[in-house]
């Protein structure tokens, strides 16, 4: 079944206005689109909406947060961070001000929006920023659990969130445990190790159970924290199973496969296999078929997955 994310984050900008009563919520003219106008239409005297004006979002969001007050920014992930660039590292990173960017649309997932609304760079722009963390959802019954955590966290926070209706993995969003920094083995095996975030855990979960079919284990972790990573999950990933596959709704650099990479190449060399955009602008069209054209949908994962278990193989015959 499918389950809006943007309802499901709606729910939750509502409920966290009841949990934290200090917490404001500044937009930038997509209240409706991001549901945040659920929550200014309960709690209107702590909700800001100040136009298609990103940069001055993050800065009055800045402004806010220096009282001591928790504040939310959220608005298309495209520009949630690429406009407000500048304004996100020098006014909310650098003075480490507790400021939560709540971003949808990550992704090509935003499917007939278009290359414009289309954020395949978000992840690396904000993991190279010091001070900020980055957090993804994988499935709309993860989200409520995933902003709590967020606002609990101090400092900058980085939260994405896709566009398009997903599957649910969690039937249960109030038996969620979501703790910050910390990764989800959803699925065990010592054969290989899908390693995904976002929309794609549900993808890496069929990818699963097609190589179960030929007698293939797969673990299946789905990265919550891209930054910090779970260190400890991803060397037990490529200690104990030998072979890892990337899966991200993302371009194919700087984003999660950049983070798992960028930690085995010093610890733990491993083979390894990214399912994420390659360096192209993607176009418009509907989110699915998106999805599969541009190699990343569990169909791709699957692929991958055979191929970096011949290149386990074949390391293992050379030894």
Not at 130 to 145: F, H, L, R, T
Request: proline share 5%; net charge negative; hydrophobic share 45%.
């Amino acid at each position: 079944m499918r389950v809006d994310y943007r309802d499901a984050l709606g729910i939750a900008f509502e409920k966290m206005g009841e949990e934290f009563p200090e917490l404001v919520i500044v937009t930038a003219d997509v209240s409706k689109s991001t549901r945040s106008i659920r929550f200014k239409n309960k709690y209107p005297e702590r909700f800001f909406s100040v136009g298609i004006a990103e940069a001055n979002a993050v800065g009055i969001s800045a402004g806010i947060a220096t009282f001591g007050i928790p504040v939310i920014f959220t608005a298309y992930a495209v520009f949630a961070t690429e406009k407000p660039f500048e304004q996100i590292r020098n006014m909310i990173a650098y003075p480490d001000l507790n400021v939560k960017i709540v971003a949808t649309h990550g992704g090509i997932n935003v499917g007939q929006d278009g290359v414009t609304h289309q954020a395949v760079e978000d992840v690396a722009i904000m993991r190279a920023i010091p001070n900020m963390k980055v957090v993804a959802v994988a499935d709309p019954g993860e989200i409520s659990a995933a902003v709590r955590c967020v606002l609990r966290t101090p400092g900058p926070v980085y939260l994405r969130v896709p566009r398009a209706p997903y599957e649910v993995i969690h039937g249960d969003p109030e038996a969620v445990d979501f703790r910050f920094g910390k990764a989800e083995v959803l699925r065990s095996g010592n054969d290989l190790t899908i390693i995904a975030m976002g929309m794609m855990v549900w993808d890496s979960l069929q990818a699963a159970k097609r190589l179960a079919e030929e007698g293939v284990e797969a673990r299946v972790v789905n990265v919550r924290t891209v930054k910090p990573i779970d260190e400890e999950v991803v060397m037990a990933a490529a200690r104990e199973t030998g072979a890892i596959v990337c899966a991200e709704d993302h371009n194919q650099y700087g984003g999660l496969g950049g983070a798992v990479a960028e930690l085995l190449v010093t610890k733990a060399p491993t083979p390894m296999e990214q399912v994420a955009i390659a360096n192209t602008f993607a176009e418009s069209g509907d989110a699915y078929e998106l999805l599969a054209k541009y190699g990343i949908d569990a169909e791709h994962i699957y692929r991958k997955a055979k191929r970096v278990l011949g290149r386990k193989r074949r390391g293992e015959e050379r030894c």
